[in-house]
């Protein structure tokens, strides 16, 4: 049965507000976390007496958990109400912080993280199809927007207000945090959200297909993740890739013969969502490696101080909670695809620019890379969002969504091991040759090395995937022309 629908346009206009105000909270909060716990992390090793290796499971369970859960979460979305579901998230997420504040050893911060993860999975898989929902077509773009301003804006206020925090007390502060937060996104929703949209058709759940699908998911996420572990046998991680592509393998057989599947692979035969789902990937895989860089660049090589390093890497999230509302705008008046394609080469030029960076580069040169790099993520990422939702049938989009967070997600969670695996490689390479040497310890001349030829190798990767995507749309208006002729 789909939700009740209010013919008066005051009121309408006031649902829509109140919802993007109560999805904006859960986003904040989701944006925040990972930066303020990231910042956390030496803090957490002294505290709860663990090592480094442990200490990484605290950002991983809560990553992989997303991962492995977000498209199902998703598909139930479809189901049943989105915003009860929602609102499950936002309790499950919020109880799980205080959880994570209160705890007393690394073992039980770790599974409430992984709780955490299943919280963020409801606000990270639903959120934007909720807002697609409460907004009409021609403010998607905008809709969606400011969804993604609001996250930049927890990306950029994370490492502040972690500082600030951690200046304060001790860690627990950067969890117990979400938890007033998080409060008041619940009444939000649950009082001035209205109903959401329930398919009338999809009420079977595929149990099968959602089990091949999180062995899928587990394997190749674990499999990403003990890659990146130099000391960990390559068997394991083989084995576990060649489960994934097993599960992935019996999955496809068995969605194709469901009636109602986990998901209908119907759904990829547009090309407009499935493009937008790739560059969602790419854009997601370049801004990983370029975050994950940059801090190496700013205190290897320029001996920045952190606190001026995070001011510095503060730039790019600013100008896109300014750029993402103004972008979706632009998306709603012109199109997606154009104005992602031109955010996709100020990125790429950004990378160019990232490319001539040595040890003489002042702040003035950083800034005039940063700005068109920071330029080019506002500007694709709402149009992307505003693609993929636009593409996808209306009783699909809780799945949508989710599909766009897994691609988000896989982006980030390749990008990392990739680009860092290229910088250490030319980085060590650069050094002589010393294989022996951590990348920490590299001379500078070897480290300003490998970051040339890294962004260059990411400009290289963005330019070549705008490229093939615009030829491909192209062929796409050609084709009806094509069979007319």
């Known amino acids: 049965m789909g939700c009740s629908e209010t013919n008066n346009p005051d009121q309408q206009n006031s649902n829509k507000w109140w919802t993007i105000t109560g999805i904006g909270i859960g986003v904040f909060i989701f944006a925040l976390d990972v930066y303020i716990v990231n910042l956390a992390l030496p803090s957490m090793i002294e505290s709860l007496h663990t090592s480094f290796t442990l200490i990484q499971w605290v950002v991983l369970s809560y990553l992989l958990t997303i991962a492995i859960t977000v498209l199902t979460i998703s598909k139930l979305g479809d189901m049943w109400s989105k915003k009860k579901l929602y609102l499950i998230g936002m309790i499950i997420f919020t109880i799980s912080s205080l959880g994570c504040g209160l705890s007393s050893s690394v073992e039980i911060l770790i599974l409430y993280r992984a709780l955490q993860g299943l919280g963020a999975a409801f606000l990270s898989g639903l959120g934007t199809a909720i807002i697609v929902e409460a907004f009409p077509p021609e403010q998607r773009g905008l809709s969606l927007g400011i969804r993604a301003g609001v996250y930049g804006l927890g990306i950029t206020l ?5 500082g600030i925090l951690l200046a304060l007390g001790n860690w627990n502060l950067i969890f117990l945090i979400n938890v007033p937060i ?3 996104g619940i009444l939000i929703v649950a009082v001035f959200v209205p109903a959401s949209t329930v398919s009338e058709t999809a009420k079977s759940f595929d149990i099968f297909g959602t089990l091949l699908l999180t062995l899928t998911l587990t394997c190749f996420t674990m499999g990403l993740t003990l890659s990146q572990n130099s000391s960990l046998d390559s068997s394991i991680i083989f084995s576990l890739f060649g489960l994934a592509a097993v599960g992935l393998i019996g999955f496809l057989i068995v969605e194709t013969r469901q009636e109602q599947p986990m998901l209908d692979l119907n759904i990829f035969r547009s090309l407009e969502f499935s493009m937008g789902l790739v560059l969602r990937f790419v854009g997601n895989l370049v801004m990983a490696g370029v975050i994950f860089i940059l801090p190496f660049f700013l205190q290897l090589i320029k001996q920045y101080s952190v606190d001026k390093a995070g001011l510095l890497l503060a730039i790019p999230p600013i100008i896109i909670s300014v750029t993402a509302p103004i972008s979706g705008t632009l998306a709603d008046r012109f199109g997606g695809r154009i104005i992602s394609l031109i955010g996709l080469c100020l ?13 003489d580069s002042s702040i003035t040169n950083y800034v005039l890379a940063i700005v068109p790099y920071g330029l080019g993520v506002g500007i694709f990422q709402s149009p992307n969002n505003s693609i993929i939702m636009g593409a996808a049938p209306k ?9 766009l967070s897994l691609s988000r997600i896989f982006g980030q969670t390749v990008g990392v091991p990739i680009v860092g695996a290229l910088f250490s490689m030319v980085t060590i390479a650069a050094a002589n040759n ?8 590299a001379p500078i001349e070897a480290l300003v090395a490998g970051t040339q030829l890294t962004f260059r190798a990411i400009a290289t990767f963005l330019f ?3 490229i093939l995507t615009t030829f491909t ?5 050609l084709s009806p022309r094509i069979e007319k002729i």
């Open 473 to 477: 749309w192209q062929l796409e208006k």
């Open 395 to 403: 009783e699909q989009l809780g799945i949508a969504s989710g599909l």
């Open 182 to 184: 998080g409060i008041i």
């Open 434 to 441: 010393t294989f022996t040497i951590d990348v920490t310890e």
């Open 158 to 162: 994370g490492p502040t207000i972690g």
């Open 347 to 359: 990125m790429g030029i950004g990378c160019i620019l990232f490319g001539t960076f040595n040890a």
């Open 464 to 466: 070549i995937s705008t």
